[in-house]
C-alpha cells in the first residue's frame, strides 16, 4: 500500500499488514494530528491499537521506550508534542478519567491519546478524531478515521 499521506487517505481507511507496517503509517499520522487535539482510539483487544500510538509517538521524535499503560493507566511522553497515552479499559467510572488530572497538566502543543474512549465518553471533547480500528478477515489491520 502507498503511504498514507492525506486526511482523506485515512477516512478512507488505511490497511496494513503487520505491526511494523502499522508503525510506519502511524509516523505518518502524526505529521496530520494537530497539535492539542484528542484522538480516540476504538478497537477491540489485540486490534494493534498500542502498536498504532507506539509509531505515532515516534512520529513526534520520541525515541524513549513506549508501552502500554494498560496497569498505569496513563503514560507522558514528552518530545516535540507532550504526549498523554490512555488505556481506559480498566476503568470503572467515566469519573476516574478526571483522576488522572490530564487537562490540568496539558502544555501546547499536546495531544491526549485515549484507548477504549467508549468507558471515559463524557470527559472528553466533543471536538475530537476518533480512529477506529478492525481486523479483517484475511488478517489485515485496517484503520478508518472521523473527524467531529
Known sequence: MKSPK???DWTQGVITYSGEATEEMAKEFAQLLPADTTLALEGDLGVGKTTFVRGLVKGFGITEDITSPS?????????????????????TQASSFDDLMIWDSAVSPWNVIVEWPEKVASRLPRSLWKLKATILVDGG???????N
Open 6 to 8: 492525506t486526511l482523506s
Open 141 to 147: 489491520h485496517r484503520f478508518i478515521l472521523s473527524i
Open 71 to 91: 496497569f498505569s493507566l496513563l503514560n507522558v511522553y514528552k518530545g516535540r508534542r507532550m504526549i498523554f497515552h490512555v488505556d481506559a479499559y480498566r476503568l
